[in-house]
């Protein structure tokens, strides 16, 4: 949600009106922060991470609501994303499923027209990743950028950074046992693999699960986030 987009067409009374940008900021600010208060009373001054990739258009809101937070950018290949969407709602994928579950409709775009799907899905990214991407640049605090791909690569290398260009103190030894228990290697073997919500962390993979149609598709919508974040051209320039 972006109230500029809006700002246009309204008059002073519109509730997000720029003259009453500091009293709906500071609504904002309190609402985020009394919810955390109150669901982890135990902090106590700690850390509290919010991971919020379906909520990252209102990224700007927060970090300005926020500006004494940390922000982490967290990035993906948005082809790989795009795939695994592919995969989760595909029939018999954990999205799928989980529509299911809640008696809802069943059948897929995914399903009946994919390329349509990956259409949708390549927007949908350039949309949450562009306004998450903007907030990281309009914030004045403490940030960092960590791909996904790096963490695969050296988890415990990548988040040692993230923690230190974050400014915030870590137990090393502590930090090595918590990348051990979540790695992907001791997740079940029986919770892995196609249509389940743990499918492959392998970087890439894209090249096996999407149509050259749709690899275009993507590397087209997403260009100026490929660009910055994955220099290499598209995939026809690879190999």
């Known amino acids: 949600f972006d109230p500029q987009r809006f700002q246009r067409h309204a008059g002073k009374h519109f509730i ?10 500071r609504s904002i ?7 955390a208060n109150a669901r982890f009373p135990e902090l106590d001054g700690g850390y509290l991470a919010v991971k919020e990739p379906g909520g990252s258009v209102g990224a700007g809101l927060i970090m300005e609501a926020l500006p004494e937070s940390g922000m982490v950018l967290l990035i993906r290949d948005p082809r790989d994303v795009v795939a695994s969407w592919l995969d989760a709602t595909r029939k018999g994928g ?9 008696g809802r409709r069943t059948e897929s775009l995914a399903e009946t027209n994919p390329n349509a799907f990956v259409r949708r899905h ?11 991407r903007r907030a990281y640049e309009a914030h004045g605090g403490r940030k960092v950028v960590v791909r ?3 963490l695969r690569a050296d988890t415990l290398g990548t988040m040692k950074r993230m923690y230190g260009e ?9 930090l090595a046992m918590a990348v051990e228990k979540h790695s992907w290697e001791n997740i079940p073997e029986e919770e892995k693999g196609q249509g389940k919500f743990y499918r492959k ?3 890439q993979a894209w090249r096996e699960d999407l149509t050259r149609r749709q690899v275009k598709t993507v590397e087209r919508i997403t260009a100026p986030l490929l660009e910055e974040f ?3 051209g598209p995939a026809e320039q690879q190999g």
């Not at 974050?166 to 502590?174: N, P, Q, T």
Request: aromatic share 14%.
């Open 166 to 174: 974050l400014g915030v103190s870590v137990d090393e030894a502590r």
């Open 122 to 132: 390549a927007n949908a990214y350039l949309q949450h990743v562009g306004s998450a």
């Open 148 to 150: 996904y791909e790096d």
């Open 230 to 232: 994955y220099p290499t």
């Open 29 to 35: 600010r309190n609402f985020i922060l009394d919810g």
């Open 16 to 25: 997000f009106a720029a003259q009453y940008k500091d009293v709906w900021l």
């Open 94 to 102: 954990w999205q799928t499923r989980r529509r299911g579950e809640g």
């Open 201 to 203: 962390a392998t970087p």
